[in-house]
């Protein structure tokens, strides 16, 4: 076995390890109640063999990082498998320092998910090892990835930290105008991560059922001089096409639930490289994570953050918002170093330039300018608490879109990281 293979292990271990920990997690908060001893010794004892477990699961991340690094002579952020699987490592790293600054292991509640998720969405990727583009070929590579994602991975425990203190003080009882208008962006951002969540089981599922489709599509090119040349280019499909890309013919479609035929042509202006794959895969992740989030509706019968909302009851909201905005805290001048200044010397060696207004950096741009202002607004305004969380949940939301929805979606110097 190869160091490539072995690391494949390695970050198999650290995922189901992440699982066992937030499992325990789970029995140590919401085992306060049935628990016959003291709730404070079973959380004590429980978050301890939690933590032992996040810890063990972390190292095992560690070996797959430090062995894929060395058995493929590159350091494994060069694409997007690599960056999410280092990202997910990076949220571990951050988690573990506010925990040993803080010591509330209901942060792991909500931390380890995140990593899982994200762990897990990395695997969708093709987990082979590609050869580096001219462009990476740089000590800068190294050195501008790892500080930008340090950095989002503080914004991660942030967001974690932030959506509890949400969880924690809105009032799901409230009848007012104000109190369900808070409840429901709560709710949505729970659904939102369902859909995350029905995106990997829909992959996974149509995966291991071997689904295929098969388009052939049609693109014309119109040169400066006015001749247009037309290209055919083959589109794969994983998942049942309920779009098939725009002025495509059918090559063949696995039939799913009797439907063997794609139920519409995506729009003309979404013409882009493998765009009707794309709005298939986000039609497919909103389909499944709806019918996830509705199966737990009728199992709870509540929304789900009245269903969360009692496991917090014991937890100061006070401490939610502090470990919040020192994530951030710790968070924005890692970020700042690795996203903007780091990033500017390596596009200055790569391209010739410091900026170019590239779909990434300009996100990355955004990212920094809304953490700034999170920052003002919190040390010069005074806003703390609702307004505070609400902001950090914000700021997530950006960081996620840049870092999957510009390598993904928008064409860019930086799509290489979505191959």
Same mark, same amino acid.
């Given at each position: 076995?190869?160091?490539?293979?072995?690391?494949?292990?390695?970050?198999?271990?650290?995922?189901?390890?992440?699982?066992?920990?937030? $499992?325990?997690?789970?029995?140590? #908060?919401?085992?306060?109640?049935?628990?016959?001893?003291?709730?404070?010794?079973?959380?004590?004892?429980?978050?301890?063999?939690?933590?032992?477990?996040?810890? +063990?699961?972390?190292?095992?991340?560690?070996?797959?990082?430090?062995?894929?690094? /060395?058995?493929?002579?590159?350091?494994?952020?060069?694409?997007?498998?690599?960056?999410?699987?280092?990202?997910?490592?990076?949220?571990?790293?951050?988690?573990?320092? /506010?925990?040993?600054?803080?010591?509330?292991?209901?942060?792991?509640?909500?931390?380890?998910?995140?990593?899982?998720? /994200?762990?897990?969405?990395?695997?969708?990727?093709?987990?082979?090892?590609?050869?580096?583009?001219?462009?990476?070929?740089?000590?800068?590579?190294?050195?501008?990835?790892?500080?930008?994602?340090?950095?989002?991975?503080?914004?991660?425990?942030?967001?974690?930290?932030?959506?509890?203190?949400?969880?924690?003080?809105?009032?799901?009882?409230?009848?007012?105008?104000?109190?369900?208008?808070?409840?429901?962006?709560?709710?949505?951002?729970?659904?939102?991560?369902?859909?995350?969540?029905?995106?990997?089981?829909?992959?996974?599922?149509?995966?291991?059922?071997?689904?295929?489709? @098969?388009?052939? @599509?049609?693109?014309?090119?119109?040169?400066?001089?006015?001749?247009?040349? &037309?290209?055919?280019? &083959?589109?794969?499909?994983?998942?049942?096409?309920?779009? @098939?890309?725009?002025?495509?013919?059918?090559?063949?479609?696995? +039939?799913?639930?009797?439907?063997?035929?794609?139920?519409?042509?995506?729009?003309?202006? $979404?013409?882009?490289?493998?765009?009707?794959?794309?709005?298939?895969?986000?039609?497919?992740?909103?389909?499944?994570?709806?019918? =996830?989030?509705?199966? =737990?509706?009728?199992?709870?019968?509540?929304?789900?953050?009245?269903?969360?909302?009692?496991?917090?009851?014991? #937890?100061?909201?006070?401490?939610?918002?502090?470990?919040?905005?020192?994530?951030?805290?710790?968070?924005?001048?890692?970020?700042?170093?690795?996203?903007?200044?780091?990033?500017?010397?390596?596009?200055?060696?790569?391209?010739?330039?410091?900026?170019?207004?590239?779909?990434?950096?300009?996100?990355?741009?955004?990212?920094?300018?809304?953490?700034? +202002?999170? =920052?003002?607004?919190?040390?010069?305004?005074?806003?703390?608490?609702?307004?505070?969380?609400?902001?950090?949940? #914000?700021?997530?939301?950006?960081?996620?879109? &840049?870092?999957?929805?510009?390598?993904?979606? #928008?064409?860019?110097?930086?799509?290489?990281?979505?191959?």
């Amino acid at each position: 076995m190869n160091l490539v293979d072995f690391s494949s292990d390695a970050f198999i271990a650290a995922f189901f390890l992440y699982c066992i920990a937030f $499992m325990l997690y789970v029995i140590s #908060i919401a085992g306060r109640k049935w628990s016959n001893r003291d709730p404070v010794e079973h959380e004590r004892k429980w978050s301890r063999i939690a933590f032992f477990f996040s810890s +063990a699961g972390l190292a095992a991340h560690i070996v797959f990082f430090i062995t894929r690094w /060395i058995g493929s002579g590159q350091i494994p952020t060069s694409n997007m498998y690599e960056f999410l699987t280092f990202l997910g490592m990076a949220i571990m790293l951050a988690y573990t320092v /506010i925990f040993f600054l803080y010591r509330k292991p209901l942060l792991g509640m909500f931390a380890l998910p995140l990593t899982i998720i /994200i762990v897990a969405y990395a695997s969708v990727f093709p987990q082979e090892v590609q050869p580096l583009i001219p462009a990476l070929k740089s000590i800068w590579l190294k050195i501008h990835v790892t500080f930008a994602a340090l950095g989002e991975a503080f914004f991660a425990v942030g967001f974690a930290a932030g959506l509890m203190y949400l969880l924690r003080v809105i009032d799901f009882k409230d009848k007012s105008k104000s109190g369900r208008r808070a409840q429901f962006w709560v709710e949505f951002c729970l659904y939102s991560i369902m859909v995350v969540v029905g995106f990997i089981v829909a992959v996974f599922v149509f995966r291991g059922m071997g689904y295929e489709a @098969q388009f052939t @599509q049609e693109k014309v090119n119109i040169d400066a001089k006015g001749i247009a040349t &037309t290209l055919t280019e &083959t589109v794969h499909y994983t998942l049942p096409p309920i779009v @098939q890309p725009y002025n495509s013919t059918v090559d063949h479609v696995g +039939a799913f639930l009797n439907v063997n035929e794609p139920l519409f042509e995506a729009p003309s202006w $979404m013409n882009g490289v493998n765009a009707g794959r794309k709005l298939n895969t986000v039609l497919w992740s909103i389909i499944t994570g709806s019918l =996830l989030y509705g199966l =737990l509706r009728l199992l709870f019968r509540k929304p789900l953050g009245a269903v969360i909302h009692p496991a917090l009851e014991g #937890i100061d909201p006070d401490d939610l918002d502090e470990i919040s905005y020192r994530a951030i805290a710790i968070g924005f001048p890692i970020f700042t170093l690795g996203a903007l200044i780091f990033a500017m010397i390596w596009a200055e060696i790569a391209w010739g330039r410091f900026w170019g207004w590239d779909p990434k950096e300009v996100w990355a741009l955004i990212t920094w300018l809304f953490y700034s +202002a999170y =920052l003002h607004f919190r040390l010069s305004r005074g806003w703390q608490g609702l307004r505070s969380s609400w902001l950090a949940v #914000i700021g997530f939301v950006i960081v996620l879109f &840049t870092l999957v929805g510009v390598n993904l979606i #928008i064409a860019g110097l930086h799509s290489y990281s979505g191959v």
